[in-house]
């Protein structure tokens, strides 16, 4: 005759989350994988496509968070800022591409406070993945604004030009990467019983 414990449907709950959140980091590091290729895969449109990769980003987000208990509504806000973003980012025409730099800059930026935030609120393994991914998107954030001055002539001078939407690519693609792999540490942790 089986007991059941009160914590056994807590446990398949965890368990059932952090499959859920695993399923979203490795969608994440997939559309890293899509950004970093960007510059291979297409010239044209690539303001477009780069907008589209941080709205499904920032949906796949939304829904990770959403399955948090700890952070959930920040971690859904993280995905908002994220959607956000790419409607933005995608939205714009490429003349005025300037403002799309300030858009990715600004995105970085409220999503490094927004995971500083809860590194505050979170213990162990998953506070130290936060504190990594805020604090790439904060560097990736001032590199943006660093260039800002670089960028801003060349779109004076060209337009928006290939080599930016490249180096939009690589930006994505790191805040991706990072962002995926905290995801997946979530979720280990949920599979390891602990409350995300």
């Known amino acids: 005759m089986a007991f059941v414990t009160a914590s056994d449907p807590n446990n398949s709950d965890l368990a059932r989350r952090g499959r859920s959140i695993s399923i979203a980091g490795w969608l994440i590091l997939l ?3 899509g950004s970093a290729l960007l510059p291979v895969v297409s010239r044209n449109n690539g303001a477009l496509i780069i907008g589209a990769l941080l709205v499904l980003a920032g949906i796949v987000e939304i829904f990770a968070g959403s399955l948090r208990h700890q952070t959930r509504k920040l971690a859904m806000l993280a995905g908002a800022v994220t959607t956000l973003a790419g409607l933005l980012f995608a939205t714009e025409p490429g003349t005025h591409f300037l403002s799309t730099l300030t858009i990715i ?17 979170e213990r162990g ?8 991914s ?8 001032m590199t943006m604004l660093v260039g800002l001055s670089i960028a801003s002539l060349v779109v004076t001078l060209f337009g928006a030009t290939p080599p930016l939407i490249a180096s ?4 994505l693609a790191l805040s991706f990467v990072v962002n995926g792999l905290l995801l997946l540490e979530v979720a280990s942790c949920a599979r390891q019983n602990e409350d995300v």
Do not use: H
């Open 168 to 171: 939009f690519s690589w930006v």
């Open 105 to 121: 800059a600004a995105w970085l930026f409220l999503r490094s406070l927004i995971l500083f935030f809860a590194t505050a609120l």
């Open 31 to 33: 559309l890293s994988a």
């Open 134 to 141: 805020g604090t790439m998107d904060l560097l990736l954030a």
């Open 125 to 132: 393994s998953v506070r130290r993945w936060s504190a990594y």
